[in-house]
């Protein structure tokens, strides 16, 4: 039902909540296998994905270095930094488990577990058609994994920064409190970033605008938003220029 995709390379952005159900933290094994249901047809039609995850459902830093000083805020940010493994560990093997070849990169070595993140060894992975999972952020606290995947974007060429939430798009307001709240079909980095709209954040935004780097706001829970998005039909929220 979906017509040929129009990109040839996209990085999808996975917060830490699409792991978990909505207000829970944690991972859950039936969200895990949704996103990678989602994330599998996106490779299946010849795409190249590379997926930056976050950690919310687990460890943000600035949330645990709040109020105390137990743990200092660097700290804090490389616990962050280490959930992130958690989610893509399971996320590769979910992948993995639908037949989708995957690959789990990190930016803090974990040579057990991940490969060290390497810009020509990620692209090669991307031309033989493996999913790259691209796990602690920059490698540097005090960022985000929106800002990993501002950058990462930028560094492996991909067309479109997809990032990937719970409603349809940018709203005015947020829709699951206010029936009134309309959303964007487009956006431009600067319209973002005055009238603070929750895209990304303000770093990644910058970069994003610095980098000429679209990204797609979208609803990834619903079935077949993913294969529409990558058919180039219009849904979600546009920010470029
Ligand atoms: N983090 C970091 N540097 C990075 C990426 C992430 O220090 O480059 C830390 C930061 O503390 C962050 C946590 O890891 O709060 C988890 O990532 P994030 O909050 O971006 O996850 P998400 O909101 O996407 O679930």
Redesign the pocket.
């Known amino acids: 039902p979906y017509g040929p995709s129009v990109f040839r390379r996209v990085l999808l ?1 996975l ?3 699409s792991f978990c159900r909505p207000g829970e933290g944690g991972i859950s094994v039936d969200e895990v296998s949704r996103i990678a249901r989602q994330a599998s047809r996106v490779a299946s039609r010849g795409v190249e994905l590379a997926i930056v995850v ?4 687990i ?4 949330t645990l270095s709040r109020g105390s000083d137990v743990i200092k805020e660097a700290t ?3 616990m ?2 280490t ?2 493994v958690i989610n893509g560990l399971a996320l590769q093997d979910a992948l993995e488990g639908l037949g989708c070849e995957t690959r789990l990169l990190t930016t803090i070595r974990m040579d057990e577990i991940a490969e060290p993140f390497i810009r020509r060894r990620a692209l090669s992975h991307l031309s033989r058609g493996r999913v790259v999972v691209l796990a ?13 995947a501002a950058l990462r974007g930028k560094e492996l060429g991909v067309e479109v920064l997809m990032k990937a939430t719970r409603v349809d798009g940018v709203y005015s307001a947020d829709p699951e409190k206010n029936p009134h709240a309309v959303r964007y079909d487009n956006l431009t980095y600067e319209q973002v970033m005055r009238d603070d709209l929750k895209v990304m954040d303000m770093t990644a935004i910058g970069m994003c605008l610095d980098n000429n780097l679209p990204i797609l706001v979208f609803n990834f829970k619903k079935e077949g938003n993913i294969e529409r998005a990558i058919a180039g039909e219009p849904i979600g929220t546009w920010v470029n220029n």
């Open positions: 952005k917060s830490g909540e976050g950690g919310g459902n460890l943000r830093g600035a804090a940010h490389y962050g930094m959930a992130t602690t952020g920059t490698g540097s606290p005090f960022v985000t994994t929106d800002t990993a």
